[in-house]
């Protein structure tokens, strides 16, 4: 039997280990601040601290990590939290651990939708939130669409949403790649970059506010279902016996995980492979309980993001590099070591 890691002494070392990520992070940029002075500069915000901290600190040092830095790293960290918690519900819902949201098609249909909205003013009056919405109602439209194509005499055949997803997927690019020919003026290079590779430099408070509550609500919805999923995985009859309703449960999961994906695609564009790596790597440290699975995937997604964003924004000062392409660079590889583990074990 496979030895798994204390998963309550992994929490503790990912939370400290998120903790001064997120500390640090916020310091690396073309004018680099010391991560004690990033310290002081949020405490100084704090209630019961801010006047007890010397400010031996620039205004400039302080509107860049307040107005800048800080609801980047943020938004990065939620990003990964976000797509590890979908990608491992869309990976209980099919029973396969080679599903992820963006392979079913979700990214590009968020994408597509969003960016007809910017060309014809579609939910505009929502203000700063359009693209949200406009995303939120092309990631569900798009999973339906797949879902639908894969049952099977009511069941969810894998392999008809694996084709599904890829069918909607290259669909709706080309619907993204074709309003952004059609209209450049609206689209720039870094536009597209967005949609397509993902990037977390627009990120302000101003509209994140009620993109990222919504995750949240969502994060906590799918965490206290957990022995629900932990019954799904044992399959419709065993879940149906302990008295789980499987369709609405389905429902349940595409749902979530829709306006999840829906969300995250409008703040963040589309960075792939996270909903893939951080669960299974999180289910190879401390096994399939849900309970586990999900609080130390969504630190390592977050991780991973925080640090693939640092090496972004870094490599190639100042210009920067669409995030998404770091983390297909390592998703990729690991997708594919998946598929050859799989094979092995059919063998």
């Known amino acids: 039997m496979k ?28 004018a680099s601040v010391s991560p004690i002075e990033v310290m002081k500069i949020l405490l100084s915000r704090a209630p019961f601290f801010g006047d007890n901290i010397a400010h031996d600190w620039t205004e400039l040092q302080e509107s860049v990590i307040l107005t800048v830095r800080l609801p980047r790293v943020f938004l990065g960290f939620v990003v990964g ?4 918690f979908s990608g491992t519900s869309m990976q209980t819902l099919v029973k396969n651990e080679l599903a992820d949201p963006y392979i079913l098609g979700v990214s590009y249909g968020a994408a597509a939708f969003a960016t007809i909205g910017i060309v014809t003013g579609l939910f505009s009056f929502m203000g700063v939130y359009q693209n949200a919405v406009n995303g939120l109602i092309g990631a569900i439209i798009s999973l ?12 969810v055949n894998v392999y008809h949403l694996l084709l599904g997803g890829v069918a909607i997927g290259m669909f709706t690019k080309a619907i993204v ?15 597209s970059a967005f949609w397509t590779q993902g990037g977390l430099a627009g990120a302000r408070w101003a509209y994140l506010q009620w993109p990222l ?31 789980i309703v499987v369709p609405r449960m389905e429902k349940f999961l595409i749902l979530t995980t829709a306006v999840m994906i829906g969300i995250t695609v ?73 598929l050859k583990r799989k094979e092995s074990y059919g063998k």
């Open 177 to 191: 790649k074709m309003v952004a020919m059609m209209y450049p003026q609206a689209f720039t290079h870094s536009n």
């Open 81 to 84: 939290c976000s797509l590890a």
């Open 266 to 338: 409008s703040v963040s564009g589309g960075i792939g492979f996270i909903g893939l790596v951080a669960p299974h790597i999180a289910r190879m440290l401390v096994g399939g309980d849900h309970k586990r699975v999900f609080p130390v995937s969504a630190l390592l997604g977050g991780l991973f993001v925080l640090w693939c964003d640092v090496v972004a924004r870094m490599l190639m000062a100042p210009q920067e590099i669409p995030v998404g392409i770091f983390t297909a660079l390592i998703g990729g590889p690991f997708f594919i070591y998946l």
């Open 144 to 155: 339906v669409f797949v879902f639908v194509f894969s049952l099977n005499n009511g069941k």
């Open 213 to 243: 509550l919504l995750t949240i609500v969502c994060i906590v919805f799918l965490f206290i279902r957990y022995r629900e999923l932990n019954a799904f995985l044992l399959g419709e009859e065993t879940a149906h016996t302990l008295g």
């Open 3 to 30: 030895k798994r890691l204390n998963w309550k002494k992994l929490l503790i070392f990912l939370g400290v280990a998120s903790a001064f990520s997120i500390v640090a992070c916020i310091g690396f940029g073309p």
